[in-house]
């Protein structure tokens, strides 16, 4: 009975007016900075791109000339309203730059006249990528960034590079799957700011999406040739895609027609009626569903995607008849990064070896957890170890983007400056890798600071269970100290909830009682009080607060 009443659910939206899909946009441009030459355009150019998407039923969050706190709380409010949509929009005019391959978006108040302001003052590129790309399947951003930036030069002397290694535009950024990447010119070029109301870039895309009625892809390569027109070929805009089908900015648009025959109007559907039904088709688990949604808007993109769907589920249902496979081998460690390795134990379980923190190993872990996921179906993965043992920490930075990557929310870490009331706080962004799923990490006593700053994170918000021994002090000669969200200052050390005396990491894994009391309590075999964590018990000892 449920199988028909969804069927007919789903063929009864043929009569339902058409409403699209959810799709939200963040738009800012950045014109008044404060620390360097204003440019004309980016308000403009994000005044106009953010008309022109509610015109085609955007929701969209704005925002101009935005200072770093109000540029971060835009992002916050762009990823609350992405959790109930299927398209993201992101578009930032402005000034952009590349540090070692990075890309870093300024707000108006930022000055980098130090290191520490890629850090503090500035708001990485990959960090909105990855807020977008946990939230919506759909994901589109366009950057008017890649303009000649005089800030790069002060950056360049504080951190002791060549300006060429900061000046020449943006990097190439590599799109996650669903994902749609578009620069106003190359990866390295310098982009123009235009003479009139807009930028070349922006004012041929605001053109192109108002008027076309053409998928993304065909209306990209309108807007190219527009650019390269206007600028006599010195700006080529470019894009990095991984999208899964076509995109219509106008929801109504229909596909191109072949050559020959159109059909009739009154028997094809339109890809709005399409969008519409799959919304109900695509939450089915019932084979039948599909199979009716194929037959009526099988020659649309979402016709494609419930193909995808139905082969996916006549494969597990076949994989549930069948015995469960034997269990992994978890001998091999698979490097990641230089610093990043990860494994498969069993079949259900994910482990991870940082050696050193730093900004690649959070890409290392990224790509880490990716690949466990992506190997190991969601309802059989039981958890995550973290290994930090003989880490012997590296980069402040890295500390906060790696505990990021762990937590959903909450304090990462503060710092002390002599002054109690002269404190700096890091904050995690919305969004867990790990989806939530259990977290034992391994610390001991050579384990370094910048490794204590995530393991202290994780213990006080109770996300993870630290397993080993104690983190070892150690003394700090600078006038600034760190402090755990729950306030217990990290050169004094890190206590595992649940001690394991064996400092030393064995080459053979199977005399490693650490890592194998992680394994046993992932799996039930073992059990203790400290796991999973129980957020109702007071912190750490240790805390100020």
Known sequence: ???????????????????????????????????????????NDATDMAAVLKQLGFQVIDGFDL????????????????????????????????????????PIDAKAETADALDWEMVRLDLVQRTMERATSTNIIFLDACRDNPLARNLARAMGMRTADILRGLAQVESGVGTLVSFSTQPGNVALDGRGRNSPFTGALVKRIATSNDDLSALLIDVRNDVMKETQNAQV????????????FNPAAPPVPSAGPAPQSSTRPQLSDAAQAWTVAERSTDPAVLEAFIKHYGDTFYGTMARSRLAEMKRQQVAVAEPPPAAKSSAAIIAKSPSVGMKIDGDDMGYVRITKIGEEAYD?????????????????????????????????????????????????VSEQKGNPED????????????????????????????????????????????????????????????????????????????????????????????????????????????????PGLPTAPGARR
């Open 1 to 43: 009975m449920v199988r028909i009443v969804t069927v007919l659910l789903l063929l009864g939206l043929l009569s339902l007016p058409v409403h699209a899909q959810k799709r939200v946009a963040l738009v800012m441009g950045n014109s008044a900075y404060q620390h360097t030459s204003r440019l004309d355009n980016p308000k």
């Open 423 to 534: 404190t700096a706080r890091w904050n995690a962004r919305p969004g867990d890798l790990t989806s939530g799923k259990p977290l034992i990490i391994l610390i001991n006593s050579r384990s370094g600071t910048e490794t204590k700053i995530v393991a202290g994170a994780l213990q006080d918000h109770k996300r993870a269970t630290i397993i080993g021994t104690k983190a070892a002090s150690q003394w700090n000669a600078s006038r600034s100290s760190y402090f755990t969200p729950a306030g217990r200052r990290i050169d004094t050390g890190i206590s595992p909830d649940i001690e394991v005396l064996q400092d030393e990491v064995p080459s053979d894994p199977k005399s490693d009682q650490t890592l194998n009391l992680a394994f046993d309590l992932m799996r039930g075999i073992q059990r203790n009080a400290a796991f999973p964590p129980n």
């Open 364 to 412: 290392g872990l990224k790509k880490a957890i990716a690949d466990i996921r992506s190997a190991v179906p969601a309802n059989r993965l039981i958890g995550y170890v973290i290994d930090l043992r003989n880490n012997p920490g590296g980069d402040f930075s890295g500390a906060i983007l790696v505990a990021d990557a762990l937590l959903e929310r909450g304090e990462i």
């Open 237 to 248: 805009p470019w894009e990095h895609s991984a999208l899964r089908g076509r995109f219509y």
């Open 67 to 106: 200072d770093k706190v109000a540029f971060e709380r835009k992002v916050r409010d762009f990823s609350v309203a992405l959790r109930e949509a299927q398209v993201g929009v992101f578009f930032f005019a402005g000034h952009g730059m590349q540090v070692a391959g990075q890309n870093y978006l300024l």
